[in-house]
């Protein structure tokens, strides 16, 4: 199944439901930074949650990036995803590996920690970002974003985040955010039946491993309570905007100095895209270049 997202309304337009699979790009991440197992599951996660908190903004051209610090051995988590349906994010530590919890899970909660903070910063497209912190409630991601949506955006949500990976990768990944509006805001009733439902599924990835398409999924939930399911599929996919050109322009602000020392101790320079893994070389004849621009932009 492809990556995507679908989103949809229920009780009149008092329940707002978003739900992406992710399973392609997050093995794409997997493969482009050597993640461990539970490496893996928790960018994969916030990866999804990225393109989740995404989904509900307004211009093309807006963007939320999710940064998450905890007392886990991982130690950080980047992520920035678009309303365009891409993403990519990077795992300060993408060789750690834990064991097993009891039930036979991925203990991503241990992975990151819960002593720490998750910050979200939301690029509209114009004007200054918004960005909020909250602490971190339990590492695993899920309940970490929704603590974020009560506490920064006063949104009653329930977030569900999966990552399946198994021998040859990551097999299954995707996500559900369902919000309850302001209009429905003081039906009770309609928040316990919700909560019911969402507290009675066996998790995200069971779902998409059963071959469950995301208006499947939200017709289980949603199903009596007017649900309608709107008919664009937004196509996601891991998507970095680093090139050889912007890698050239960044040497260029090092200054002359230190394009001349790697011109003679090094000769050439290398670097690395953190979000993508992208490895970029120059050589010494093309800093020999950015050299002799910096010196003609300086005597004119």
Do not use: W
């Amino acid at each position: 199944m492809v990556d995507q997202l679908v989103r949809a309304t229920a009780a009149d337009g008092g329940i707002r439901v978003v739900g992406a699979i992710t399973t392609r790009l997050t093995e794409e991440a997997r493969q482009r930074h050597a993640l461990s197992y539970v490496a893996t599951a928790a960018l994969g996660r916030t990866m999804t949650a990225g393109l989740l908190l995404a989904s509900n903004m307004k211009r093309p051209e807006s963007r939320v990036n999710i940064r998450i610090k905890g007392s886990g051995p991982l130690a950080g988590i980047l992520v920035d995803a678009g309303l365009d349906g891409t993403v990519r994010g990077y795992v300060d530590q993408p060789a750690v590996e834990l064991p097993l919890k009891p039930n036979g899970k991925l203990d991503v909660g241990e992975a990151v920690g819960s002593d720490g903070y998750l910050y979200v910063v939301r690029d509209v497209g114009y004007g200054y970002p918004y960005s909020s912190t909250v602490e971190l409630v339990s590492g695993e991601i899920g309940e970490d974003i929704a603590h974020y949506l009560v506490t920064s955006e006063q949104t009653p949500s329930a977030v569900m985040l999966g990552v399946f990976v198994e021998g040859v990768g990551a097999t299954a990944a995707g996500g559900l955010l369902i919000q309850i509006l302001p209009k429905a805001a003081r039906d009770e009733a309609l928040i316990e039946l919700l909560e019911s439902r969402v507290a009675a599924l066996a998790g995200f990835t069971p779902l998409l491993q059963a071959g469950k398409s995301l208006p499947q999924i939200f017709e289980q939930l949603l199903g009596d309570m007017g649900l309608q399911v709107f008919p664009e599929t937004q196509m996601l996919r891991f998507h970095c905007g680093c090139s050889f050109d912007r890698m050239l322009g960044a040497l260029k602000l090092l200054g002359q100095q230190e394009l001349q020392s790697m011109i003679e101790q090094d000769d050439g320079a290398e670097a690395t895209c953190h979000f993508c893994g992208e490895v970029y070389r120059a050589s010494s004849n093309e800093l020999e270049q950015l050299l002799q621009e910096l010196q003609t932009e300086a005597s004119s």
